[in-house]
Structures are given as C-alpha cells and as structure tokens.
C-alpha cells in the first residue's frame, strides 16, 4: 500500500466507513422498529428495506448526470445532510403510521444515492490512476468496516437507549461524514461539463450489461444482511450482532489482502471463482439451518462477495472514458438499486411463503444465473472484464 494511502484517500475511507456505520445500524435496529411500533412482519420489514432502495433507485440515473455536469463534492454535501435529517425522522414517523415510515424511508433513498455515487466516482478518479481497482477496494473495505460497526453500535444502543438514541447516533456518524465530504477534494476532470442528451445521458449503455450482473450479485448480499435477523430469531437466536460482524470482518480482510487482484489477476477468472463461493455460502444456509451455519455461510459469502461488487464496478469504470465515469458507475449501481427495492419486497413476500431457506435457495440460483451471464458473450462490449496482468 506504499504510496497509495495519501490524505485525500484516507479523508474517503474514512468518508465511506461513516456513512455505511449509519446504514449498517438500520440491520438490527429497523426490523425491530417496524415490529414493535407498527406490529410488522417480513413484508413489512421488506416494504421498509426496499422503499429506500426505490429512492436510491428513482434518484441514481440522474445524479450520474449531476456528477459529471456539477462534480462529486456536490453530491456529497446534499447527500449527508439528507440523511442526517430522515435518520432523526424514523421514530417519529414509526409512531405515526407505516405509509409514513416508508415516506421517510424513500426520501432518505434519495440522499443515499446522491451520497453513495459522489463517493465511489471519487474512489475510482484519486490517483494512483494504475492501482484504481485497489483503492475501490479499499474503499468498500471501508464500506463494509461500516457494515461490521454499524449493527453493533445499533443494536447495544438500541437494547441500552431505545429507538430514538439509535437513530441519533446513526445522524451524528452521518454528520461527521458530510464533515469529510467537505475535505475531500473535487475529482471531476478539468473541461468536461456534461450536456442533457436524453437518456443516454442518464443511462450508459454498455454498463447496463455489468450492472445486470451486478443485479443477480447484490440480491446475495441484500439477501444475507435485510433478513438474517428475522431468519436467526426464527431459530431462537435473539443476538445477531455478532453474526453481521463475522460477516463483516471477512469482508474486510478479504478486500483489504485481496483487493490488489482486481488489478493483477484475471477478471474472467476472478469473477467466476467468486461467484461459486458465494453459491457456496448460500447452500449452507439452506442445508443446515441451524445457528452455526449462520456464522459459516455468512463468512463464505463474503469472501465471495469481496470481490463481485467492486470488480463490477471497476470493469465497468475501465470500459469507458474519463468523462462518462460517474455516469457509468450510477449506471451499475442503479441495478444494485433495483435489487435493493424490489428483490427486497419479493425476498419478504418470498419468506413469508416458503420460508427463509426457499428464499435462500432462489437467490442462490440467482447467482448461478449470473455466473452464466459473467462468461457469456453478454459480457463481450465490457473491455474491462478482460484486463489481466
């Protein structure tokens, strides 16, 4: 890591841990809301995952373009201020009614994608521009050093404080990351200045292709994280903290003493190994439902998860040019978004009639299928996929 850790990429690392410390505390904490408040079961705790992924989702195209047209800082700074406001908004709403739970819910999808594409174009543009697949994936290193804090903080301050201490908290770790957006510097290259063209403007094309992958990879990670609290509690299992921190931490090292293979192995081959681990980890919840499998599947998805949601990226990032990056990278995440929407109502709806390892088992499949795709001529246009060293 000599010579890549300057200021500016440790201002985003650190940037990116504390907005994902304020997602990671909704795991434990929102499922436990829409039940005791509002006396909801997993279509709801769906409804309420996946109406902030249709904000995400609605805001995404658009916010490619206002990156690339206003620059990434930008999106940053209105990002963390919505979401510092719609996270001291949740209890409130909860205690008013479901409808507007999910208003608060979609609002606060709309400041998350304007947040979360500022943050990762910047990861792909901070110099050294030859190691940019190590540096995303320090960056979702730090993404999911959030995931690993998050539910932990959530949870002790929820059973310790209550509901309306454990969104304060998550508010204030989005306030110290709108402080580091503040500090970061603007990476949207001199001279480009992005014309409304219709959708393509919104929309680029050959990334539709990695991000239909992408789509068929996300739903195992929103799969894993959104519904193994209610999947552990359904076997007894009342903490689950230390099952989202094991799931974590192996994200963390894998990404953090793997990363450099996005820029030094073979990406076809690279892609397709993780794609088997993480069916892998998603049998094993399936076969042996029981509390250990929880830690050991969830430990082999995300190794295998490592590496399929920021290679997608980077695939899709070097596929194109310097001045249709952030659009490109929207474009890829707005179908992680579309699994965060609505693969999260058909995941709750799924759970609520075949259970949770027939839920399981279709995503598992799911991810087969986008193995399939991974090697296809589908994937030809993305040049990306082919850079080896």
């Not at 206002?66 to 209105?78: E, F, M, P, Q, T």
């Not at 594409?117 to 290193?141: C, K, Y």
């Not at 088997?276 to 094993?284: A, D, E, K, T, Y």
């Not at 290679?311 to 990032?317: Q, R, Y």
Request: hydrophobic share 55%; glycine share 10%; net charge positive.
């Amino acid at each position: 890591m000599n010579g890549m850790l300057t200021r500016d990429v440790v201002l985003l690392l650190s940037a990116g841990m504390s907005y994902f410390v304020v997602a990671g505390i909704s795991f434990p904490v929102l499922p436990r809301l829409v039940k005791q408040e509002l006396n909801g079961g997993e279509f709801e705790i769906g409804l309420a995952f996946g109406l902030m992924g249709l904000g995400m989702l609605a805001m995404r195209p658009l916010v490619g373009f206002l990156a690339d047209k206003y620059g990434r800082k930008y999106l940053i700074v209105v990002g963390a201020i919505t979401i510092i406001v719609t996270q001291l908004l949740h209890v409130p709403a909860a205690r008013s009614s479901l409808g507007m739970l999910l208003l608060v819910r979609f609002v606060l999808g709309l400041g998350s994608s304007a947040m979360y594409v500022g943050q990762a174009t910047t990861a792909t543009e901070l110099p050294p521009s030859s190691r940019s697949g190590e540096i995303f994936s320090l960056f979702n290193v730090s993404v999911v050093a959030g995931f690993a804090v998050g539910p932990v903080v959530g949870e002790i301050t929820l059973q310790r404080e209550g509901f309306t201490m454990a969104f304060a908290v998550a508010a204030l770790f989005a306030f110290v990351c709108l402080i580091l957006g503040l500090l970061l510097p603007e990476t949207k290259p001199s001279g480009v200045n992005a014309h409304f063209e219709g959708m393509r403007s919104l929309i680029h094309p050959i990334a539709v292709r990695a991000g239909v992958v992408s789509f068929l990879l996300f739903a195992a990670f929103l799969s894993f994280n959104a519904f193994i609290t209610p999947f552990a509690e359904s076997m007894g299992v009342s903490t689950v903290r230390w099952i989202l921190l094991s799931y974590a931490v192996t994200s963390v090292l894998t990404r953090l003493y793997g990363g450099k293979l996005i820029d030094t192995a073979d990406r076809k081959t690279l892609g397709t190994c993780s794609h088997v681990i993480v069916i892998v980890g998603l049998l094993i919840l399936v076969i042996f439902n029981n509390h250990p499998s929880l830690y050991v599947g969830g430990i082999i998805m995300a190794i295998g998860l490592s590496f399929n949601v920021p290679l997608m990226v980077v695939i899709a990032a070097d596929s194109a040019s310097p001045d249709q990056r952030s659009r490109v990278v929207a474009t890829v995440i707005v179908f992680g978004d579309l699994a965060n929407s609505f693969a999260a109502f058909g995941f709750g709806a799924l759970a609520d009639v075949i259970g949770y390892r027939g839920m399981y088992a279709i995503v598992a499949a799911m991810v087969g299928a986008a193995a399939v795709l991974y090697r296809s001529r589908f994937t030809a246009p993305l040049t990306g996929i082919q850079k080896s060293n």
